[in-house]
């Protein structure tokens, strides 16, 4: 990337910034012309001289003369708003394209970037370079050229137009100027300097808040707080005083300008006005040179501000540019050229030669290494932590390039083929691998997805759309592929279409020990039964087994099956009202005492009063309870029906109640207390508030809500047992019915029941497709750290490699499940080339061969049987 920015502006803008220029040109005589017609005004329709006779054969009075020039002069001033209308907005565009251009160009280098580069430059510093400090280059770029020539050349345009009124008054008018150009350079050097310190400054404290977020439980557990809070107060105040810096030289730079902008009106006041009266100088001419001294000083100031704003982003463009040539930037036809149409296979032999590799280019982490790896051999590499096993795992992987030697990889030399190759045909996971926000699916299918396959399928004005998206893409050297087209490469998975793919992914979840995890995402997933016919039928098959389960098993008490007539303990009293999904917002449990149709309707019934004095009795017993707790504490959150907040509020309805009744509280008043009504559950909150004639009541209600709202689905969606409800998981579709609160270990019971059906009833193949939809969170977040792990071997096998590279991708899991599914990736990849870097060297006994590192050199080779005698190096890693 250029780190002139000017140079890196004209070598893509150059045609726009020529037409931008055109465009200034033919404003410069329309400015002129401008100016003069105020003084041919005055000095002629005004005063009644030199008045022509006729124009074009009309003849011509000075009425008309004054009305002519009047509206040439709105012409030229409309003319002249539109020029410049079109030159901002086209600036505009010029410098929103570059700005794309450049952030494309930055992400490129980021993605040559050699591995160890990240050790020593964090997110926290590369996005805001690419994100925030750009933006004001970008700003920048649509006027780095035009600005400086139309504002100029305004400039000289006034200054002529002034020289052409009287010489004097021409030389008053730039006498000021050579001083300014003279000095204001020297003053804005200082300020970039101080610019340039500020960048790097913000850029360090970036870096230091991300630390802090990534480390806050450590600054917690170890009570450093008041350390981490001095030293950003401290960055703070470093910034706080650059920045006083700037300002206080900037503004004394604005200040000389402004100070010396007012002293040249006196010399036209005094001189001019001085020529006026001896009659060497109309009025007319006087009035024009005053109007266009006004119009000077907004040129000449947007000069100047062009030039503070012109050094302070080329500060900030070298800036950005030096931090993104690191030493090692890959060669860029490594990854950014096209790759070869064909992909070769790499089912060969590993064959490195004196192979090195060194992070900084003094000590070499891996010293001239040779060996061989035979096809479909299963090597273990083992040694402690600087032995150099990872490092050899990563340059198989082409994760990193060779410092010296050659690295062969069936033939191809590793130093010089494109990334495509051992990208497609090299799966490779670490212990740390990263997971991306998305669904499990984007995860699973991530290393397949290399280029757009089949193309999305839009309608003629979504295509129009997409056209234009293209030609913008490709206008700012964008990538033109369209994301949302499908991007799997099924001939490289080794598969025919989607459906393939699927049955494939679920046998490797199988593998890596992971399809449990992936049928439970899907159990707690929802779907509308339009697209899952045969998924929602097989639910209700399941749904009527459970109940069959239920009594044979006689888990009656472990799960309340939904029963249209019955009072429920284990929900809510306002959840046994509706008996369904609420889809309203206003039928949301949390808003339904607020709902005057559901308030009148539990009046009609009959069981409103008996609900508001339930409400009294929570109120009051809460009240009583956390009197004295604290405000903060963790109390409230757990057991409260009431916040801290509200406290004192039903503190005073309780007062009131006791005094007098709950007949004279308001119907918000009451609408609180029926709130608190609302949440309790029997089974949970054991309050003495609901008896059976309550309960009964409370089911009269339900069956009242239902008759009324029948069939209206956008308001609730009612349970019915010979229904599958998109509004709940599949998992309650089939239960249907709630898990009972006071039974120990009733939940587990509950969910091997249903996963056990649904097994039965033949629907794991649904669930992990509805699974793979899971939502994984940002950077996986959702996912715990084993499933992580299971995750990226999982995606590395989805892409039918030649050779597997793992870089510790189990030291997550517990013993058990590692050796499971380290046996099960190795039984999966029979045939194909393992190399497998091991966080316990007594796994190498389930390899072919073992290979022993030690401070970058191999130290030992051969099967475990033979390296595990003592002396060897092997049993000291294994002990």
């Known amino acids: 990337m250029d780190r002139s920015l000017f140079k890196y502006i004209l070598r893509f803008t150059w045609r726009d910034q020529a037409f931008l220029l055109v465009l200034t040109a033919i404003s410069f005589p329309l ?86 580069q990240f050790k020593t430059m964090s997110a926290g510093e590369i996005i805001p370079m690419i994100v925030a400090e750009t933006e004001p280059v970008g700003g920048f770029i649509g006027d780095s050229v035009v600005l400086p020539i139309f504002q100029g050349g305004l400039l000289v345009t006034y200054i002529t137009f002034i020289f052409m009124q009287d010489v004097w008054l021409g030389l008053a008018a730039i006498a000021l100027y050579p001083p300014q150009v003279w000095l204001i350079p020297r003053l804005q050097r200082k300020i970039n300097l101080l610019a340039k310190e500020r960048v790097q400054t913000a850029r360090q404290l970036s870096d230091r808040i991300g630390e802090s977020v990534a480390g806050f439980a450590e600054i917690r557990g170890n009570d450093t707080l008041q350390l981490e809070r001095a030293d950003i107060s401290h960055r703070l105040g470093k910034i706080y005083a650059i920045r006083f810096d700037i300002y206080r030289r900037k503004f004394f730079v604005k200040f000389l300008n402004n100070f010396l902008a007012q002293i040249t009106p006196f010399f036209f006041y005094s001189v001019g006005g001085y020529f006026v009266i001896k009659g060497s100088l109309s009025l007319g001419a006087l009035v024009a040179v005053l109007a266009a001294y006004k119009d000077i000083l907004s040129p000449w100031k947007e000069l100047l501000n062009w030039y503070s704003t012109k050094e302070d982003v080329r500060i900030k463009h070298e800036q950005i540019v030096s931090q993104f040539e690191p030493d090692g930037l ?63 795992a990563q340059l198989v992987a082409r994760l990193n390039l060779p410092s010296g030697g ?184 949390a808003r339904l005492a607020a709902n005057a149709d559901v308030v009148a309707l539990l009046r009609e019934v009959g069981v409103l009063d008996d609900l508001y004095a339930g409400g009294a009795k929570v109120a009051e017993l809460m009240v009583e309870l956390f009197a004295e707790v604290a405000p903060d504490s963790n109390l409230f ?50 309050l003495g508030v609901l008896d059976e ?64 059906i649904a097994d039965e009833q033949g629907m794991e193949a649904d669930l992990v497709r509805l699974g793979l939809e899971f939502d994984v969170g940002s950077g996986g977040s959702r996912l715990s750290y084993s499933e992580r792990q299971r995750l990226a071997i999982a995606r590395g096998l989805m892409k039918n490699p030649d050779i597997l590279v793992f870089n510790e991708p189990t030291s997550g899991l517990d013993p058990n499940t590692e050796i499971r599914v380290l046996r099960a990736v190795l039984k999966w990849a029979k045939g194909r080339t393992v190399l497998w870097t091991l966080s316990r060297a007594e796994l190498a006994r389930e390899f072919d061969r073992v290979l022993v590192f030690a401070d970058g050199q191999l130290v030992e080779e051969g099967r475990f049987e033979e390296l595990e005698r003592e002396g060897k190096a092997l049993p000291q890693l294994v002990a």
């Open 330 to 392: 890959w060669d860029k036809k490594l990854l950014d050229d096209t790759p070869p149409t064909r992909i070769p296979p790499l089912a060969g032999e590993i064959a490195p030669s004196g192979l090195s590799y060194s992070e900084n280019g003094v000590t070499n982490r891996l010293d001239r290494m040779s060996f061989r790896i035979a096809p479909g051999e299963h090597v273990a590499l083992v040694g402690d932590g600087y032995s150099g096993k990872e490092d050899l």
């Open 693 to 756: 004639s309550v309960a009964a009541k409370i089911v009269a209600a339900r069956a009242a809500f239902q008759r009324r709202y029948e069939g209206r689905d956008e308001i609730c969606e009612f349970f019915q047992p010979d229904r599958f409800s998109p509004a709940l998981s599949i998992q309650d579709n089939i239960l249907f019915g709630r898990v009972a609160f006071d039974q120990a270990s009733a939940q587990s019971r509950v969910n091997a029941l249903v996963r056990r």
């Open 406 to 589: 050659r690295l062969n990889v069936a033939g191809v030399n590793f130093g010089e083929v494109h990334q495509a190759v051992p990208g497609r045909r090299i799966a490779y996971a670490a212990q740390n691998a990263h997971v991306f926000t998305g669904t499990l699916a984007h995860n699973l299918y991530y290393g397949l997805k290399h280029a757009p396959v089949h193309p999305v399928a839009y309608d003629a004005a979504a295509e129009k759309v997409q056209q234009r998206r293209v030609r913008d893409a490709l206008a700012a050297g964008n990538s033109p592929y369209d994301v949302a087209a499908d991007w799997i490469d099924y001939e490289g998975a080794g598969v025919a279409d989607r459906a393939e793919l699927t049955s494939t992914a679920i046998g490797i979840l199988g593998v890596v020990d992971m399809a449990r995890e992936v049928v439970g995402y899907g159990l707690a997933s929802t779907a509308d039964p339009r697209s899952y016919s045969d998924l929602a039928a097989r639910a209700l098959a399941a749904r009527t087994q459970v109940r069959e389960q239920v009594k044979r098993e006689k888990l009656d008490a472990c799960v309340e099956l939904f029963d249209r007539d019955a009072y429920f303990a284990n929900m809510s009293i306002a959840e046994n009202i509706l008996f369904g999904m609420p889809r309203h917002p206003d039928f949301q449990p």
């Open 637 to 686: 959150e757990q057991y409260s029906f009431i916040s801290p907040e509200d406290l004192p509020e039903f503190r005073a309805l309780v007062s009131t109640i006791g005094r007098r009744s709950i007949d004279v509280l308001s119907e918000r008043e009451k609408g609180r207390l029926l709130a608190l009504t609302f949440k309790l559950v029997k089974a949970r909150h054991r």
């Open 31 to 116: 400015v002129y012309i401008n100016l003069e017609l105020p003084k041919r005004i005055v000095n002629n329709a005004i005063q009644g001289k030199n008045i022509p006779a006729t124009f074009l054969g009309f003849p011509v009075d000075q009425v008309s003369y004054l009305m002519g020039l009047s509206l040439l002069l709105l012409t030229l001033i409309t003319t002249n708003g539109i020029l410049k209308y079109w030159i901002n907005v086209y600036s505009g565009v010029v410098g929103e394209r570059t700005l794309r251009r450049m952030r494309h160009d930055l992400y490129q280098l980021v993605l040559r970037f050699p591995l160890p």
